[in-house]
């Protein structure tokens, strides 16, 4: 598994703000090189071993960095890390 890149304080709060409202998300993410997307409520984020997931209702388990779009809004524009 690759590096982790911390994500953007800006990025994790719309993830959060998500959860929290316990609204259903359109989240695309790079597996192995292709882009999935995925439209379920996130049920939990967490960090393991210095990386952070989410987990959606449907059991898919998201690394934060993966995501290239959320909800239609591509992350490269909030994700300050990924400009670094």
């Given at each position: 598994?690759?590096?982790?890149?911390?994500?953007?304080?800006?990025?994790?709060?719309?993830?959060?703000?998500?959860?929290?409202?316990?609204?259903?998300?359109?989240?695309?993410?790079?597996?192995?090189?292709?882009?999935?997307?995925?439209?379920?409520?996130?049920?939990?984020?967490?960090?393991?071993?210095?990386?952070?997931?989410m987990e959606t209702a449907d059991g898919t388990v998201i690394r934060l960095d993966?995501?290239?779009?959320?909800?239609?809004?591509?992350?490269?524009?909030?994700?300050?890390?990924?400009?670094?």
């Open positions: 598994m690759n590096n982790y890149v911390q994500v953007s304080c800006d990025l994790y709060d719309m993830f959060e703000e998500a959860a929290s409202n316990s609204v259903n998300c359109e989240i695309t993410f790079l597996k192995e090189k292709e882009e999935v997307t995925v439209t379920s409520k996130i049920v939990d984020i967490r960090n393991v071993s210095n990386s952070e997931f993966k995501i290239v779009e959320f909800n239609g809004k591509p992350t490269a524009d909030i994700n300050y890390y990924q400009h670094a």
